[in-house]
């Protein structure tokens, strides 16, 4: 009788592997938990604090990934978006900027949460807006071509988030020092 047994190092292989899963797919059960503003054509939802955990929590590669496998998800024409929309048509749509900025994202709150032990909490809240900086950059960016420029991007989709979503990065990292007490 051959037992298969998995030594610690494949155990903690499929650990992460599970995990990186995990995060996708609340990313994109996070993309469905939205509220429309209606002098916005951007959503407000829950995705930031899950792009910013997938980078706690996996580190920066494993974020990078996890956000990755999501935007492939919807490539391949998952509706996992906020409007519902999967396909080459969400990279055209006018939150796809916040949609491509994502595994940028993670890898940076991911990579700065792991710098230096003795202000750990400060890094964590350092790389959470980071994060949200670049989720902001690349949204407004995009959005500006359907809005008439960066000033009523700004107006429209970062201005009217921009507190919300810092309480996200507050409460990610929060979680994160309680899950290491």
């Known amino acids: 009788m051959h037992v298969l047994t998995l030594n610690r190092t494949q155990t ?9 899963l995990i995060l996708t797919v609340a990313t994109a059960v996070s993309a469905r938990i939205s509220v429309l503003l209606p002098f916005s054509p951007v959503p ?9 955990l997938s980078g706690y929590l996996l580190g920066a590669w494993g974020g990078l990934i996890a956000q990755g496998l999501y935007l492939q998800a919807i490539l391949l024409g998952a509706p996992i978006t906020a409007a519902g929309i999967g396909g080459p048509a969400a990279f055209v749509a006018p939150t796809a900027g916040y949609l491509i900025a994502f595994p940028a994202a993670a890898f940076v709150a991911g990579w700065l949460s792991r710098r230096g032990s003795r202000f ?8 959470g807006l980071a994060a ?7 949204g407004a960016a995009w959005l ?5 420029g960066l000033p009523q991007a700004w107006a429209l989709g970062v201005a009217p988030f921009a507190g ?3 309480l996200k990065v507050v ?11």
Do not use: C, E
């Open 12 to 20: 903690s292989t499929w650990a992460r592997v599970l995990a990186v």
């Open 44 to 52: 407000l939802t829950l995705q930031v604090l899950v792009v910013i």
């Open 120 to 127: 750990a909490a400060l890094w964590r809240l350092a790389g």
């Open 132 to 138: 949200m900086v670049i989720i902001y950059s690349g």
């Open 144 to 148: 500006s071509g359907y809005v008439g």
């Open 164 to 166: 919300a979503d810092a």
């Open 171 to 181: 409460i990610a990292s929060a979680l994160l020092s309680l899950r290491n007490r």
